[in-house]
């Protein structure tokens, strides 16, 4: 077996992201521009979670839902809106500094941006969707 050498070494959470399995090992995940795009081709991620940080400083360009689980969102520094778009109408969670929420699975949700922001999420790879915001319920 070999070891993951990032393991003994700090790291940039911004730039490697780290896969939590759900057999309990982590494993860092270096991030570039094509991260995300290539995301669902990558069958190493899909199963379990990915911890990463974003530097938020304008409102997401896309709507989310993650049907694989819960996606936990902790807000370092800043201020964000997450807008979660339910049946019954949209609902706010306002984070401020140090303030977390969850995001429960299956639930279309996108992220406004307050003041620029440092945001850690843990969230499941596993069938993510993406939609432009557009297409939210009024």
Request: with cysteine; net charge negative.
């Amino acid at each position: 077996m070999t070891t993951d050498t990032k393991h003994l070494s700090a790291f940039t959470l911004a730039r490697t992201y780290v896969h939590l399995s759900n057999l309990g090992g982590a494993s860092a995940v270096d991030v570039d521009e094509h991260f995300w795009e290539t995301l669902m081709q990558r069958d190493d991620l899909l199963e379990g979670r990915l911890l990463g940080l974003f530097h938020l400083e304008q409102d997401s360009d896309h709507c989310e839902m993650h049907p694989a689980g819960d996606e936990i969102l902790i807000l370092l520094s800043g201020a964000i809106d997450v807008v979660f778009h339910e049946a019954d109408g949209d609902r706010v969670a306002q984070l401020r500094d140090f303030q977390t929420c969850i995001v429960p699975q299956g639930v279309w949700h996108r992220v406004r941006v307050q003041a620029p922001s440092q945001l850690i999420f843990i969230t499941p790879g596993k069938g993510t969707e993406t939609r432009p915001p557009s297409e939210d319920a009024a």
